[in-house]
């Protein structure tokens, strides 16, 4: 498989490359597949349908071609996923897609845990360590953490917004020791992503370092999510008929999007002929993607804390892939958008709640909110003729190619959930008056040792510091 860059088609690269690079120093640029090979239509249609590994082996395979044996690769997967995502449905048409069975209880682990053993997979002939820099605005530091702890011959540093996460969220990243260590920037996500991405770009430190990311701004993060969007596609597919004996639904993905890498992983498997036919990006009140996709007009704007903050990215990384591979009409013709503020985001753990015993997490709320307004009203008003108002939280206006789908009562939701409840236990108590339950992994963490280092959010300040520690 070639890769190339978003901001240069000249670029070719090959997967080890993209990887250990994390994005394209020269040009600032992230690394995108040339192309995305169609899975066969026959194991598409198999009954039952291939379990989780299965289907991650046989994606993976493809972009790994000629640099890592299928025998290696298998190995590398069994190592990963000794869990798997669970499909639980909510009502006749809404499964939740729960990602949280990691260790670090958040969807994260299925992109880290991958990305961890490739990274050590082509580090193994090198004599100087990697350093792993990461910018985190919830989840993806702790399952960073936890997926290289210990790894041999690989150094990461964590980069998450002081006072800006859920406290059960900084005791997973402040307490990691030995090759792992975080630092609490005064300022907010998009401050900790400038500075990793201008490490990146800086030739002193690069002369000095061998530097790569684990944000979704590195492919090998975002190829494995795209294996759990083939997987539930396939078993709601297969359960539909049973469930609400919908005449070939349009299987609609609902993602809640801040970076909008998880977004770009469930593109990946669209392309691949994942029976998804369309998706609603939900974000919070940082609707930088649902204001480009209204107006045309993309802004990358300062981003404001919410309570789904895993999704408080103003500067979405990833928006560069998604223009890359589709025109701006061809997203809108795919995507369906909306955005909620807090308010609605409390109610929307509350209803959820309420209409169908689920509890949720915030982050998974603002989706079940997006996909419950949009297939009972939302939709229709659009096609109606509503124009909705990018100021206010609601759909965006605009109308994609399966819209008559949900207006026909058609179309089924797989609502992501990207995190456990208790990680974010007092927003899901006050909106349901109860605590959800503590899984084991999440209440060990609590009595460990905070490590966290305090850093300004000028990039000189960052620099000296990763000059004297790396």
């Known amino acids: 498989m070639v890769y190339t860059d978003t901001r240069d088609k000249s670029v070719k690269a090959d997967f080890k490359t993209a990887v250990l690079n994390g994005m394209n120093a020269s040009t600032g640029g992230l690394y ?26 046989e994606m993976a395979k493809p972009y790994v071609e000629g640099e890592i044996p299928d025998s290696d690769l298998d190995a590398i997967i069994q190592d990963a996923y000794p869990f798997m995502p669970q499909v639980v449905p909510i009502d006749k048409v809404t499964y939740v897609l729960e990602l949280f069975h990691g260790p670090t209880c958040a969807f994260k682990d299925f992109g880290a845990r991958f990305m961890a053993r490739v990274m050590s997979y082509f580090n193994r002939s090198e004599n100087d360590n990697l350093h792993i820099l990461v910018a985190t605005s919830g989840d993806t530091g702790s399952a960073v953490g936890s997926a290289f702890h210990n790894v041999p011959g690989i150094d990461v540093t964590i980069l998450y917004p002081d006072g800006k996460i859920s406290p059960l969220q900084e005791k997973q990243l402040s307490t990691f020791d030995g090759n792992v260590r975080a630092l609490k920037v005064k300022g907010n996500f998009d401050d900790c992503q400038k500075l990793v991405k201008t490490a990146f770009t800086d030739k002193d430190l690069r002369n000095k370092f061998r530097l790569s990311s684990a944000n979704s701004i590195n492919i090998s993060r975002l190829l494995p999510q795209s294996f759990y969007y083939m997987y539930s596609a396939l078993v ?8 609400s004996k919908i005449d070939t639904p349009a299987i609609i993905a609902v993602v809640p999007s801040g970076n ?4 770009t992983s469930g593109l990946i498997a669209y392309e691949m002929g994942a029976p998804i036919t369309g998706f609603l990006a939900a974000t919070n009140s940082n609707h930088t993607i ?8 993309y802004k990358a704007r300062d981003s404001v804390a ?3 903050n895993a999704m408080d990215v103003g500067a979405p990384s990833n928006y560069e892939r998604i223009a890359a591979m589709y ?12 955005w909620t503020d807090d308010a609605g985001t409390l109610e929307a753990i509350k209803r959820c709640n309420e209409k169908t015993g689920y509890v949720i997490d915030p982050h998974g709320a603002v989706a079940w909110k997006a996909w419950d307004e949009m297939r009972r009203s939302g939709m229709k008003d659009l096609v109606a003729g509503a124009k909705g108002d990018i100021n206010k939280p609601g759909m965006t206006a605009n109308i994609p190619s399966w819209a008559s789908e949900v207006t026909d009562g058609k179309a089924v939701g797989i609502v992501l959930e990207t995190a456990h409840p208790a990680k974010f ?11 959800p339950s503590m899984p084991d992994r999440l209440e060990r963490v609590m009595n460990l040792e905070d490590h966290a280092i305090p850093m300004e959010k000028d990039y000189e300040s960052f620099k000296d510091w990763l000059t004297s520690n790396l």
């Open 425 to 435: 236990g007092q927003t899901v108590q006050n909106a349901i008056n109860r605590s």
């Open 236 to 243: 709601v597919k297969n359960r539909i008929p049973q469930d």
């Open 260 to 263: 909008f890498g998880n977004l």
């Open 32 to 57: 995108i597949p040339t192309s995305f090979p169609k899975i066969n239509k026959s194991y598409i249609d198999r009954t039952p349908e291939p379990s989780f590994r299965e289907i991650a082996f």
């Open 306 to 308: 919410t309570l789904s």
């Open 290 to 297: 649902p204001d480009w996709i209204a107006t045309g007009n």
């Open 327 to 338: 025109s701006l009409e061809q997203v809108r013709q795919l995507f369906a958008s909306y």
